[in-house]
């Protein structure tokens, strides 16, 4: 069975940064390119990064690129999302996900995991 297991600091202050996780089980880790995506209150899911199955690629999306970084160690079939200089605006669910190739549509997305909060705010 395929699990994909979130996890962080829940609050943040504004400035600060944080580092999520995300723990796969039940498949080939290595095999898949996995992403990060996130949800605001009241907003649709948004993509964020994503990483190649051997950590070689690294793709970010444009309004987040030089304030986070996603890497992945296979061994331990855990991938990590960093981000830096936190903003309110990046309260949000922070989901993981698992796709057979890299693509920044969610709905192409083999396996999810179940996202951990986020919350911004001093």
């Known amino acids: 069975e395929v699990h994909l297991v979130e996890s962080g600091e829940g609050l943040v202050q504004p400035g600060g940064s944080l580092t999520l996780s995300c723990a796969a089980s039940?498949?080939?880790?290595?095999?898949?390119?996995m992403s990060w995506v996130r949800e605001a209150p009241g907003k649709g899911l948004e993509w964020i990064s994503a990483i190649s199955g051997n950590g070689f690629s690294t793709y970010y999306a444009e309004s987040m690129k030089g304030r986070i970084a996603t890497s992945r160690d296979n061994a331990r079939n855990t991938l990590y999302l960093r981000v830096n200089r936190l903003k309110s605006e990046d309260t949000a669910k922070y989901y993981c996900?698992?796709?057979?190739?890299?693509?920044?549509?969610?709905?192409?997305?083999?396996?999810w995991g179940q996202g951990t909060q986020v919350t911004v705010s001093s």
């Open positions: 039940g498949f080939t880790f290595e095999a898949y390119t």
């Open positions: 996900a698992a796709g057979e190739k890299y693509s920044i549509l969610t709905r192409q997305y083999n396996y």
